[in-house]
């Protein structure tokens, strides 16, 4: 069946492979840029040139285009989370609040404004109804490398009943390219964008420091046993999990285990096994099932395109899920999300809060 269809246009060759597939399959198709970034900040996406690009795919294919200027919410909603969560010694995951808060809240929004069935976007996963469970079912794309669902773990039931994601049966990025060399597209080799968009260097301890005007003091790195091993560069410059560029010498190869944000202390292990044995989760996001009323065996994910860890799952009360590892999670920290699998199929994700040995 035809449908109308707003399609997030990035400028980059999987939205605009995206775009052509649809157009192709006798959708009727809208190309929309969110411009996401104030001019001072245009960084690695977003920028007027991607925006350019994005327009002459859509010229090419036929479709109307619009750029939407959602700069202001993308301050509030994905920047200052980004601050407050690294200032709290958390390692955030950008990406997921603009996923939620932004192209698949704001965008669905311009969507219905303009009459659409849906919003399809560049991401590899894809969507299938259940029609046992009456559920609509979030899952990995086919192409295990560029798989995104990870990032996609808060998109709700009615969301996903209204998005597509065309590059979901995909095999490889390969392919994606070929079939957007095959319409003429100028970006089919354009190189894919790494950074965070409001970080292009990757400095994020400058980026924080310019942004708050605040001065992050050193501290102390210590053991797990809390003795002073050296002295640190301020906690916004480390992530759990962390092991190069550290900038102490140690004699020995040492990970950042927790980071204090109380005491401003740094806590490395030698031990490369060193993580969490449980944690728990806050707003969790159950997709494929209800709450379950007892416990259940999962999958779990705590990094994008992290290690798959088994595990036991215990839904609580508050909205909140207990996720307890067969074997330690490494780099599980507050901040970061953990999404929750069977098999190809997202079982649901939400936030770590807690994290314990």
Not at 39 to 63: F, H, I, K, T, Y
Not at 166 to 193: C, I, Q, T
Not at 295 to 302: I, T
Request: hydrophobic share 40%.
């Amino acid at each position: 069946m035809s449908e109308k269809i707003l399609v997030a246009m990035s400028g980059g060759v999987d939205s605009s492979a995206a775009a052509a597939l649809l157009t192709d399959a006798g959708h009727t198709c809208i190309g929309a840029t969110m411009r996401l970034l104030h001019a001072e900040r245009q960084g690695a996406c977003c920028s007027l040139s991607d925006a350019e690009d994005a327009r002459a795919v859509a010229a090419c294919l036929g479709m109307r285009y619009y750029v939407f200027d959602f700069s202001e919410q993308f301050e509030e909603c994905v920047i200052k989370r980004f601050v407050r969560a690294y200032e709290q010694g958390q390692t955030p995951n950008p990406c997921i609040d603009c996923n939620r808060y932004l192209k698949f809240a704001r965008l669905y929004e311009r969507a219905e404004q303009l009459g659409c069935d849906a919003v399809a976007t560049g991401h590899y996963a894809r969507v299938e109804y259940d029609g046992a469970s009456g559920r609509w079912l979030l899952k990995r794309g086919r192409c295990a490398e560029k798989d995104q669902s990870y990032v996609l773990a808060f998109l709700s039931q009615e969301q996903l009943s209204r998005t597509r994601f065309p590059l979901g049966a995909f095999a490889d990025k390969a392919a994606v390219r070929a079939y957007a060399a095959k319409h003429g597209f100028f970006n089919a080799d354009k190189p894919d964008s790494e950074d965070i968009c409001f970080v292009p260097d990757g400095d994020y301890a400058a980026f924080l420091q310019e942004y708050t005007g605040k001065v992050f003091p050193p501290g102390d790195f210590v053991d797990e046993q809390g003795r002073v091993l050296g002295r640190h560069a301020g906690i916004v410059r480390y992530t759990v999990g962390q092991r190069k560029g550290l900038g102490v010498a140690l004699g020995r190869r040492m990970y950042v285990k927790r980071i204090l944000p109380e005491t401003g202390q740094v806590v490395l292990s030698e031990d490369p096994s060193a993580g969490a044995s449980r944690l728990i989760a806050r707003d969790f996001n159950w997709i494929a099932c209800p709450p379950p009323t007892g416990g259940m065996r999962a999958q779990a994910v705590v990094r994008y395109q992290g290690k798959v860890y088994g595990a036991q799952v215990r839904a609580l009360s508050d909205a909140g899920a207990e996720i307890s590892f067969d074997t330690p999670a490494r780099a599980a920290c507050p901040g970061q999300a953990v999404v929750l699998y069977d098999g190809d199929t997202v079982i649901g994700g939400g936030r770590i809060a807690q994290v314990f040995d």
